[in-house]
Structure formats: structure tokens, C-alpha cells
T-cell receptor, first 112, second 112 residues
């Protein structure tokens, strides 16, 4: 079956712009996670959805970051007023149980 | 504060030999541990996991050992194959929430 898909695979934007990153989880997975990975680091947790609601958003770095999952499937991570420090690979994962998480290929965001 | 630590950034092993990757953690509330493998430009791929009620879990060539008193786990790959060359991430979670805390990764190179 299809795995987690993320679009776009690459996004280049200018400082101050708004970006949206999309995640399509594995069908039937109720849990969805966003992480971001900077060079030389492991993935860092951002937010976790159980169904449509954000069960844990403690990893969002500030109020420029927001994520939604309106129908309990596809999720969008939104970043306002992007900064150069936001440049990273943004990873989405889904899970049927909450323990083993299955990751997508990521979106590489570059803020110039 | 890094709660999951992989102190060896890289490891080189000859094909056919055992690879041992190590991971230490500081949070005593962690009760589920996972290993992920990552190739360049791809998302992390789930390899194997272990619950804190066990001290060993085996899946084919991969075995994970957990020493709770030392807050240490290790991944053994026997025999190592060139296709195992990748970055390996250790991750841990608390039962109360499912956010994964990752180490910085160990780059494994298996040489023919």
C-alpha cells in the first residue's frame, strides 16, 4: 500500500513569506505527527494529531507555526513570516497505534 | 537538553561482521524505544522497537537490547551487509504522549 506522502518535496521561499507543507498519511492511520530535522540533528517533534485535534503541540517553536488536520486525514503545516532559521527538512509521520511511526520522505524548506 | 544521546557519530564495519550501535537516554519516564534507519533524501524507516518491560527484541538480523538500570540500549546487526550503510537513529517515547525524542544519529558504513 501507499506510504506517507509529502508535498512539495522541495520549497524555496524568501524571508518573510508564508508557506504551506502538506502531508498525506497512510490510509486508516489516526495519529499524525510533524517533525523537523536540521542538518546534523535528529528529527525534532513539532505537533501530534489524534484524529482532527491537536493532542500535543508543545514542540511548535513559536506562534508563526500552525498545523491543521480538518478531516482527520491530510494535514497542512503552515509557517508565517518565514525566517532563515526555519530552513530544515520537515517530516510527517503517521501511526495506527502511536508507537511505531511511519515517516514520509520530507519537504526540504529553504528560506533565502 | 538532549534526552537521547548517540555518542558515536560514525561507525565502520566490515561486511559479515557485527555492527553495534549504542544509545543512552536520561529521561526515566521513557518506556518505548525504537530504531530508525535513514538513507539520504528519504524519510526515516522504522527498523525495530522494544518496550521497557522487555530487555531484548529480535527481528531477523536485527536485535535490540535494553538495559533500563543503565538507561542504555543498543542495536546489533548480524551479519552486516553493504546495504545496511545508512544513518541510524535511536528514539524514545513516554507512554503518556507519543512524541518521539531522537538522538543525533550514527552513520554506519559497511565495507565489502
Amino acid at each position: 500500500g501507499a506510504g506517507v506522502s509529502q508535498t512539495p518535496s522541495n520549497k524555496v521561499t524568501e524571508k518573510g513569506k508564508y508557506v504551506e507543507l502538506r502531508c498525506d498519511p497512510i490510509s486508516g492511520h489516526t495519529a499524525l505527527y510533524w517533525y523537523r530535522q536540521s542538518l546534523g540533528q535528529g528529527p525534532e517533534f513539532l505537533i501530534y494529531f489524534q484524529g482532527t485535534g491537536a493532542a500535543d503541540d508543545s514542540g511548535l517553536p513559536n506562534d508563526r507555526f500552525f498545523a491543521v488536520r480538518p478531516e482527520g486525514s491530510v494535514s497542512t503545516l503552515k509557517i508565517q513570516r518565514t525566517e532563515r532559521g526555519d530552513s530544515a527538512v520537515y517530516l510527517c509521520a503517521s501511526s495506527p497505534t502511536g508507537h511505531e511511526q511511519f515517516f514520509g520522505p520530507g519537504t526540504r524548506l529553504t528560506v533565502l | 537538553d538532549q534526552q537521547v544521546k548517540q555518542n558515536s557519530p560514525s561507525l565502520s564495519v566490515q561486511e559479515g561482521r557485527i555492527s553495534i550501535l549504542n544509545c543512552d537516554y536520561t529521561n526515566s519516564m521513557f518506556d518505548y524505544f525504537l530504531w530508525y534507519k535513514k538513507y539520504p533524501a528519504e524519510g526515516p524507516t522504522f527498523l525495530i522497537s522494544i518496550s521497557s518491560i522487555k530487555d531484548k527484541n529480535e527481528d531477523g538480523r536485527f536485535t535490540v537490547f535494553l538495559n533500563k538500570s543503565a538507561k542504555h540500549l543498543s542495536l546489533h546487526i548480524v551479519p552486516s551487509q553493504p546495504g545496511d550503510s545508512a544513518v541510524y537513529f535511536c528514539a524514545a517515547s513516554e507512554n503518556s504522549g507519543y512524541a518521539l525524542n531522537f538522538g543525533k544519529g550514527t552513520s554506519l558504513l559497511v565495507t565489502p
